[in-house]
């Protein structure tokens, strides 16, 4: 069992930068992928990153690719995502995951991940 709990959400200007933790309880938390999805409202909640569970793996979406970076730190079995130069379409709830998915591979979809966090809002003003 894997609990996963978001921070670092707010109200940033466009253009502005945001830091968003995921805190992850378990010591078994390095045997997960992890990644990280939004939800805008009245939209399908969408992929927006993966990390393998080794870190050594990334993947973004084309929305995002070149102003967002995630990282993970197993030691303190946190996951991160950092977002440079928002804009207002980044305004969503952001979610943090965990997936078993075998060897150190990345999961990009919804069903390939088994836990999820309860999200935290981010609001990117024009």
């Known amino acids: 069992q894997v609990h996963l709990v978001e921070s670092g959400g707010g109200l940033v200007q466009s253009g502005g930068s945001l830091r968003l933790s995921c805190a992850a309880s378990g010591r078994t938390f390095s045997r997960y992928a992890s990644g990280w999805f939004r939800q805008a409202p009245g939209k399908e909640r969408e992929f927006v990153a993966a990390?393998?569970?080794?870190?050594?793996?990334?993947f973004y979406a084309d929305s995002v690719k070149g102003r967002f970076t995630i990282s993970r730190d197993n030691a303190k079995i946190t996951v991160y995502l950092q977002m440079n130069s928002l804009k207002p379409e980044d305004t969503a709830v952001y979610y943090c995951?965990?997936?078993?998915?075998?060897?150190?591979?990345?999961?990009?979809?919804?069903?390939?991940?088994?836990?999820w966090g309860q999200g935290t809002q981010v609001t990117v003003s024009s």
């Open positions: 995951t965990a997936s078993s998915i075998a060897w150190d591979a990345i999961a990009t979809e919804r069903s390939e991940y088994d836990y």
């Open positions: 990390i393998s569970r080794s870190g050594s793996t990334t």
